[in-house]
């Protein structure tokens, strides 16, 4: 279906009662809804957005175009959980209202201030000439959940040197000051980060470009996010315009990070070490994280890509979350841990130890199209072993490790229905390990893997057949010791 842009910009207010009972009905019909992620209702789902910890629960919004999979006029839909496992949909929490955000409330974040939950986001509007102009837009959310939105912008201009590519407001505190970095091109067309200061959330104070070592590196960079971890700065953002390079930038777009010392925020310099993926998987996008109640750094990112195309349009929606994943910095690199709290899912549980030498073995219990599961493989001399998972008769997602080339390989050939193939079919990144741990989340239609705790991290969505549900495990070329525990989902 080619849409115009009249529908892709129609208000979900202007659809009918039956109109939208038919498309929750197609919605609900797919056989590749996700069992344990946030996805939407119908519709599309891309970046989260207002990630935080307020009155006790931890919330969550997302970018949402309720009426087909499409990328259209842009709500935000909000989600609630007191574990980060079980959420509530909540409903629209900000909706486009207002000359400022009429053609979507883009991406945001959120803090809170005074007993309330600020909601900082980019008002997206077109002039009669479909010029597009950016704004940044307030919102605020009191202790019953109610949100209501500033009639004005807090930031109504761009400044000189930038395009109206300009969006994605990030906020923090810092003693009694608040800043939050924005996502920007510069006229020359090429990406970069801008910093505000305010000390009410109301009347910013443009600072001026954050200096990295980058130099040109995209032509926008989209959802920045910084923070302090452990004594170190990071900057997570997601370029656009970045060409492949070997096993690096294989996705349309990336996601990543960089990390040294703390942003300074009277030079607006950052000294820090090269720009490092987030993930190595086929569709992550536009992270952002949060600090919970705990203390804890906590990253939720976009499961998708845009301008993509996938199997569950042809079902009125698109797309998912990741799990929340704990961070922690070690040797100058982001660690990524799903959260504790997902153990909550477990259920039936199995677990073998065996060597496989030569070969491919199948166990009692290790089967399932939704499941959490570890995988420890040490002692080997095997040239390549994994794991094969959501195996049919002609489907098969494959995780490995070539010992010679001392790599990790996410291989979705022939995981079920193709994804944008013409961007590759294999994800691999260099690890250099005496033992090798897989950590797998499968759910419905996606796959989320920690390798060796968190050092590294392949997200992607896969769409076998229903009764592609088949694990094997294998060795080439020698042998490995194996040990696995699956836990089997509701």
């Known amino acids: 279906m080619i849409w115009t842009t009249e529908q892709r910009y129609r208000r979900i207010e202007e659809a009918s009662a039956e109109e939208l009972s038919e498309l929750r009905a197609k919605v609900k019909g797919c056989k590749w809804r996700q069992t344990f992620h946030i996805q939407p209702e119908t519709g ?3 970046d989260p957005n207002g990630f935080s910890y307020f009155n006790g629960e931890y919330h969550l919004f997302y970018q949402w175009f309720p009426l087909g999979p499409v990328h259209g006029l842009k709500y935000w839909y909000h989600t609630k959980s007191k574990n980060l496992v079980h959420w509530e949909n909540v409903g629209i929490g900000i909706a486009p209202t207002n000359e400022y955000d009429s053609h979507g409330c883009y991406s945001g974040s959120a803090i809170e201030h005074e007993g309330k939950l600020y909601l900082l986001y980019t008002g997206n509007s077109r002039d009669r000439n479909w010029i597009r102009h950016s704004y ?3 919102a605020i959310m009191d202790q019953t959940g109610k949100i209501e939105k500033r009639k004005e912008p807090v930031i109504h201009h761009i400044p000189n040197g930038y395009t109206n590519h300009f969006r994605d407001p990030k906020v923090w505190k810092e003693g009694k000051t608040f800043f939050t970095v924005i996502g920007a091109q510069r006229e020359n067309k090429t990406g970069c980060v801008v910093l505000y200061s305010s000390n009410d ?3 910013w104070k443009f600072e001026g470009e954050i200096k990295t070592n980058l130099g040109a590196f995209g032509y926008m960079w989209e959802c920045p996010d910084y923070f302090e971890l452990q004594g170190y700065g990071v900057l ?15 996705n349309l777009y990336q996601s990543g990070y960089i990390i040294g010392e703390k942003l300074d925020v009277e030079r607006l310099s950052l000294s820090h070490a090269p720009f490092q993926e987030i993930d190595r998987g086929f569709d992550f996008y536009a992270p952002q994280t949060m600090v919970d109640g705990n203390g804890r750094r906590i990253l939720i990112g976009w499961m998708g890509m845009p301008e993509i195309e996938y199997p569950t349009d042809k079902s009125g929606w698109a797309h998912c979350l990741t799990l929340p994943r704990e961070l922690t910095i070690s040797d100058n690199k982001l660690i990524q841990k799903p959260v504790k709290e997902l153990e909550l899912l477990r259920k039936q549980q199995y677990e073998i130890q065996d060597v496989i030498d ?5 166990y009692n219990g290790f089967i399932g199209t939704t499941f959490e599961m570890i995988c420890d493989f040490e002692n080997f001399d095997a040239k390549e072993f994994g794991v094969e998972f959501r195996v049919g008769d002609c ?12 790599k990790v390989i996410l291989d979705r050939t022939f995981s079920g229905q193709p994804v944008a193939e013409e961007y590759g079919t294999v994800r691999k990144c260099f690890l250099d390990a005496a033992k090798v741990k897989f950590h797998l989340f499968v759910d419905t239609s996606s796959v989320e893997i920690f390798i060796n705790d968190g050092e590294e991290v392949f997200t992607s969505r896969i769409f076998p057949q229903e009764d592609s549900k088949g694990i094997r495990f294998f060795a080439e070329g020698g042998k490995v010791l194996l040990h696995a525990t ?5």
């Open 44 to 46: 599309l789902l891309n």
């Open 136 to 138: 940044q837009c307030l």
């Open 201 to 203: 959330l109301i009347n």
């Open 236 to 250: 997570i953002f997601s370029p656009q315009g970045i060409e492949p390079y070997e096993d690096h930038y294989q």
């Open 358 to 362: 030569q070969e491919k073995k199948m």
């Open 395 to 406: 489907e098969k997602t494959i995780i490995k490790y070539d010992s010679i080339q001392k």
């Open 486 to 490: 699956k836990w089997d989902f509701e």
